[in-house]
């Protein structure tokens, strides 16, 4: 069974640029969310993906933005980056609603974003 | 008030002690809890979930739900140095969208 990749590991940007994170979900899921973790803080929900439309969002703004593709990979786009964006961006995939095996989420290893 | 609070530590213990980490939790509607561990600089890795209350036990770890005070436990037992890392505690309400709330993490060192 393939586990949740991410790419890249590290990316640095500058201030007012704009970022593509990519993701790859676990084998036999098609749920995918992205997270965003502060350093010392825990993954806070940013939005989910569901046969390629949202599915939920968190509380960030528009310029976070998504897709999701046929085969259950998924990007992240960040507009107009600022210097509070720095943080490790997480994908994790499920299996579709309702239910423990929905419930339950696997992590990839993260993006680590710094914006300069 | 942050939906689920943790006690984000340190907690240092020698190697071999019974580790107890927790949360508490405000929002009644959440139906599903987990602990996940995250290693530095690593993605958060699930170790253990439980629907509504009761205990779930897998090797060395156990966790428990009481869902009347609000509050929710993982213990490590014979705990080794491996299993220093970060412990997040995650609840979701079970819906169409299953977001993770998530607590800060408690960061754990084991001392061999």
């Known amino acids: 069974?393939?586990?949740?990749?991410?790419?890249?590991?590290?990316?640095?940007?500058?201030?007012?640029?704009?970022?593509?994170?990519?993701?790859?979900?676990?084998?036999?899921?098609?749920?995918?969310?992205?997270?965003?973790?502060?350093?010392?803080?825990?993954?806070?929900?940013?939005?989910?993906?569901?046969?390629?439309?949202?599915?939920?969002?968190?509380?960030?703004?528009?310029?976070?933005?998504?897709?999701?593709?046929?085969?259950?990979?998924?990007?992240?786009?960040?507009?107009?980056?600022?210097?509070?964006?720095?943080?490790?961006?997480?994908?994790?995939?499920?299996?579709?609603?309702?239910?423990?095996?929905?419930?339950?989420?696997?992590?990839?290893?993260?993006?680590?974003?710094?914006v300069l | 008030q942050k939906e689920v609070e943790q006690d984000p530590g340190p907690l240092s213990v020698p190697e071999g002690a019974i580790v107890s980490l927790n949360c508490t939790y405000s929002n009644s509607a959440f139906q599903y809890f987990m602990w996940y561990r995250q290693y530095s600089r690593k993605g958060p890795e699930l170790l253990m979930y439980t629907y509504s209350s009761g205990n779930k036990e897998d090797g060395r770890f156990t966790a428990q739900v009481d869902k009347s005070s609000k509050y929710i436990s993982l213990f490590i037992r014979d705990s080794q140095p491996s299993d220093s890392a970060t412990y997040l505690c995650a609840m979701n309400y079970g819906g169409a969208t299953n977001k993770l709330i998530f607590g800060t993490g408690t960061l754990l060192a084991v001392q061999p």
């Open chain 1, 1 to 114: 069974e393939t586990g949740v990749t991410q790419s890249p590991t590290h990316l640095i940007k500058t201030r007012g640029q704009q970022v593509t994170l990519r993701c790859s979900s676990q084998s036999g899921h098609n749920t995918v969310s992205w997270y965003q973790q502060a350093l010392g803080q825990g993954p806070q929900f940013i939005f989910q993906y569901y046969r390629e439309e949202e599915n939920g969002r968190g509380n960030f703004p528009p310029r976070f933005s998504g897709l999701q593709f046929p085969n259950y990979s998924s990007e992240l786009n960040v507009n107009a980056l600022e210097l509070d964006d720095s943080a490790l961006y997480l994908c994790a995939s499920s299996r579709p609603s309702g239910g423990a095996s929905s419930a339950t989420q696997y992590f990839g290893p993260g993006t680590r974003l710094t």
